[in-house]
């Protein structure tokens, strides 16, 4: 079973930055794409980014699309998605989830889910 540990959410003013990290108990094929989704209050679960371990392929929302990057470090099995110039419409629990073979941008096409972690963006 793998397991996913979202780490690196908390408080930042608008304008500001936070970096996340998504660990993997172990980098198999079920997880070869790895993506970052994330969830408001009332509002359902949204796609952020992709990646995949093979190939490094990346994709974004077009909300985070030229402010956040995806990014892997494979030596520790690790997921990152650094968040630049964050805004009022980026708070929400964010979850990191994996899934076999290419990336998706829905949700029901991911097998693994962390716990997720909390983003706040003070005005």
């Known amino acids: 079973q793998v397991q996913l540990v979202e780490s690196g959410g908390g408080l930042v003013q608008a304008g500001g930055s936070l970096r996340l990290s998504c660990a993997t108990s172990?980098?198999?094929?079920?997880?070869?794409?790895m993506a970052w989704f994330r969830q408001a209050p009332g509002k359902g679960r949204e796609f952020v980014a992709a990646?995949?371990?093979?190939?490094?392929?990346?994709a974004y929302a077009d909300s985070v699309k030229g402010r956040f990057i995806i990014s892997r470090e494979n030596a520790k099995n690790t997921i990152t998605l650094q968040m630049n110039s964050l805004n009022p419409e980026d708070p929400a629990v964010y979850y990191c989830?994996?899934?076999?073979?290419?990336?998706?941008?829905?949700?029901?096409?991911?097998?693994?889910w962390g716990a997720g972690t909390q983003v706040t963006v003070s005005s």
């Open positions: 989830a994996g899934r076999r073979g290419g990336y998706s941008v829905y949700v029901a096409e991911y097998n693994y």
């Open positions: 172990r980098r198999t094929f079920d997880t070869n794409a």
């Open positions: 990646i995949t371990w093979m190939g490094g392929s990346k």
